[in-house]
Protein backbone atom coordinates (compact mmCIF):
# COMPACT_ATOMS: atom_id res chain seq x y z
CA UNK A 1 0.00 0.00 0.00
CA UNK A 2 2.93 2.32 -0.88
CA UNK A 3 2.08 6.03 -1.87
CA UNK A 4 -2.06 5.24 -1.47
CA UNK A 5 -3.76 8.01 -2.35
CA UNK A 6 -6.15 9.31 -0.14
CA UNK A 7 -8.55 9.81 -3.19
CA UNK A 8 -8.26 6.29 -3.95
CA UNK A 9 -9.98 5.40 -0.39
CA UNK A 10 -13.79 3.84 -0.42
CA UNK A 11 -16.03 5.67 1.64
CA UNK A 12 -15.37 4.47 4.78
CA UNK A 13 -11.44 4.44 4.70
CA UNK A 14 -11.86 8.25 3.42
CA UNK A 15 -14.06 9.27 6.70
CA UNK A 16 -11.75 7.81 9.00
CA UNK A 17 -8.53 9.07 7.49
CA UNK A 18 -10.38 12.15 7.62
CA UNK A 19 -11.30 11.68 11.17
CA UNK A 20 -8.01 10.67 12.25
CA UNK A 21 -6.40 13.49 11.07
CA UNK A 22 -8.94 15.89 12.09
CA UNK A 23 -8.09 14.54 15.59
CA UNK A 24 -4.85 14.61 15.42
CA UNK A 25 -5.01 18.45 14.31
CA UNK A 26 -6.93 19.90 17.09
CA UNK A 27 -4.49 18.44 19.53
CA UNK A 28 -1.90 20.15 18.16
CA UNK A 29 -3.46 23.05 18.11
CA UNK A 30 -4.68 22.14 21.56
CA UNK A 31 -8.80 22.41 20.18
CA UNK A 32 -11.03 19.80 21.96
CA UNK A 33 -11.42 17.25 18.36
CA UNK A 34 -15.19 16.26 19.47
CA UNK A 35 -17.08 18.72 17.18
CA UNK A 36 -14.63 18.00 14.10
CA UNK A 37 -15.35 13.98 14.87
CA UNK A 38 -19.34 15.01 15.29
CA UNK A 39 -19.45 17.02 12.05
CA UNK A 40 -17.83 14.25 10.18
CA UNK A 41 -19.56 11.21 11.42
CA UNK A 42 -22.89 12.51 11.55
CA UNK A 43 -23.06 12.74 7.64
CA UNK A 44 -22.82 9.12 7.80
CA UNK A 45 -25.15 8.94 10.56
CA UNK A 46 -22.08 7.61 13.22
CA UNK A 47 -22.43 9.79 15.64
CA UNK A 48 -21.89 6.80 18.53
CA UNK A 49 -18.79 6.28 17.40
CA UNK A 50 -17.08 10.14 18.61
CA UNK A 51 -16.59 8.47 21.88
CA UNK A 52 -14.86 5.31 20.36
CA UNK A 53 -12.99 6.62 17.74
CA UNK A 54 -11.93 9.41 20.27
CA UNK A 55 -10.79 6.72 22.96
CA UNK A 56 -8.98 5.06 20.34
CA UNK A 57 -7.02 7.74 19.18
CA UNK A 58 -6.44 8.77 22.36
CA UNK A 59 -4.76 5.64 23.21
CA UNK A 60 -2.60 5.50 20.02
CA UNK A 61 -1.53 9.13 20.86
CA UNK A 62 -1.03 7.99 24.48
CA UNK A 63 1.59 5.20 23.42
CA UNK A 64 5.59 4.78 22.77
CA UNK A 65 5.41 1.79 20.95
CA UNK A 66 6.52 3.09 18.03
CA UNK A 67 6.84 6.65 16.06
CA UNK A 68 4.02 6.79 14.16
CA UNK A 69 3.18 8.23 10.24
CA UNK A 70 -0.06 10.13 10.16
CA UNK A 71 -0.27 12.82 7.88
CA UNK A 72 -1.04 16.29 7.50
CA UNK A 73 -4.66 17.47 7.06
CA UNK A 74 -4.03 18.18 3.75
CA UNK A 75 -1.74 15.55 2.29
CA UNK A 76 -2.67 13.32 -0.47
CA UNK A 77 -1.27 10.03 0.39
CA UNK A 78 -2.21 7.93 3.38
CA UNK A 79 0.19 7.78 6.13
CA UNK A 80 1.28 4.13 7.23
CA UNK A 81 -0.04 4.55 10.80
CA UNK A 82 -3.63 5.45 8.96
CA UNK A 83 -3.33 2.17 7.38
CA UNK A 84 -2.96 0.29 10.11
CA UNK A 85 -5.96 1.24 12.01
CA UNK A 86 -7.84 1.03 8.65
CA UNK A 87 -6.69 -2.41 8.67
CA UNK A 88 -7.64 -3.09 12.21
CA UNK A 89 -10.95 -1.74 11.54
CA UNK A 90 -11.34 -4.20 8.29
CA UNK A 91 -10.34 -6.95 10.13
CA UNK A 92 -12.99 -6.33 13.06
CA UNK A 93 -15.39 -6.29 10.86
CA UNK A 94 -14.51 -9.53 9.13
CA UNK A 95 -14.73 -10.78 12.03
CA UNK A 96 -10.82 -11.70 12.83
CA UNK A 97 -10.64 -10.51 15.88
CA UNK A 98 -7.38 -12.33 16.87
CA UNK A 99 -5.35 -10.68 14.38
CA UNK A 100 -6.75 -7.56 15.00
CA UNK A 101 -5.77 -7.86 18.34
CA UNK A 102 -2.26 -8.38 17.04
CA UNK A 103 -1.83 -5.40 15.29
CA UNK A 104 -3.13 -3.56 17.84
CA UNK A 105 -0.50 -4.95 20.24
CA UNK A 106 1.38 -3.51 18.05
CA UNK A 107 0.12 -0.06 17.71
CA UNK A 108 -0.31 0.56 21.53
CA UNK A 109 1.40 0.66 24.76
CA UNK A 110 0.10 -2.40 26.70
CA UNK A 111 -1.77 -0.78 29.43
CA UNK A 112 -4.56 0.84 26.04
CA UNK A 113 -5.08 -2.42 24.49
CA UNK A 114 -8.39 -2.92 25.54
CA UNK A 115 -9.56 0.50 25.34
CA UNK A 116 -8.12 0.20 22.17
CA UNK A 117 -9.31 -2.98 21.21
CA UNK A 118 -13.11 -2.19 22.57
CA UNK A 119 -12.97 1.20 20.72
CA UNK A 120 -11.97 -0.05 17.12
CA UNK A 121 -14.86 -3.08 17.29
CA UNK A 122 -17.32 -0.34 18.17
CA UNK A 123 -16.50 1.32 15.57
CA UNK A 124 -16.34 -1.08 13.20
CA UNK A 125 -19.92 -2.73 14.56
CA UNK A 126 -21.23 0.33 14.10
CA UNK A 127 -20.48 0.71 10.38
CA UNK A 128 -21.39 -2.27 9.70
CA UNK A 129 -24.72 -1.81 11.40
CA UNK A 130 -25.07 0.82 8.54
CA UNK A 131 -23.80 -1.45 6.06
CA UNK A 132 -21.10 0.77 5.61
CA UNK A 133 -17.95 -1.12 5.35
CA UNK A 134 -14.13 -1.02 5.56
CA UNK A 135 -11.99 -1.94 2.17
CA UNK A 136 -9.50 -5.06 2.47
CA UNK A 137 -6.23 -3.74 2.70
CA UNK A 138 -4.80 -6.04 0.04
CA UNK A 139 -7.28 -4.10 -2.63
CA UNK A 140 -5.66 -1.32 -2.41
CA UNK A 141 -2.62 -3.12 -3.67
CA UNK A 142 -4.50 -3.58 -6.64
CA UNK A 143 -4.96 0.17 -7.54
CA UNK A 144 -3.33 1.60 -10.74
CA UNK A 145 -0.23 3.61 -9.57
CA UNK A 146 0.30 4.46 -12.80
CA UNK A 147 0.82 8.69 -13.48
CA UNK A 148 -0.88 10.59 -16.21
CA UNK A 149 1.44 9.10 -18.87
CA UNK A 150 -0.16 7.74 -22.08
CA UNK A 151 2.07 5.11 -23.50
CA UNK A 152 1.33 5.52 -27.50
CA UNK A 153 3.15 4.51 -30.28
CA UNK A 154 2.89 6.86 -33.32
CA UNK A 155 4.40 4.99 -35.74
CA UNK A 156 2.22 2.24 -35.40
CA UNK A 157 -0.81 4.01 -34.56
CA UNK A 158 -1.57 1.96 -31.54
CA UNK A 159 -0.79 2.50 -27.35
CA UNK A 160 1.81 0.62 -25.72
CA UNK A 161 0.64 -2.18 -23.02
CA UNK A 162 3.66 -1.20 -20.29
CA UNK A 163 2.77 -4.36 -18.58
CA UNK A 164 2.36 -2.12 -15.61
CA UNK A 165 -1.92 -1.56 -14.00
Keep these: MNNLKILELEKADYLIVKCIRSWI ?18 SYGRVETV ?4 D ?3 SISLSSVKIYDFR ?3 CCFVGESEKEILKI ?11 ALNFIKDLVDDIY ?3 SFDSARLI ?13 PLFYLTI ?18 TGVR
Excluded: C
Design 25 to 42: KSVVFKQNPIPQLIHYLI
Design 51 to 54: IPFD
Design 56 to 58: LMT
Design 72 to 74: KHN
Design 89 to 99: LYLFQSNNNDT
Design 113 to 115: VKK
Design 124 to 136: AESFSARDIFFQN
Design 144 to 161: NNDSNVINYDFVNKKYIN
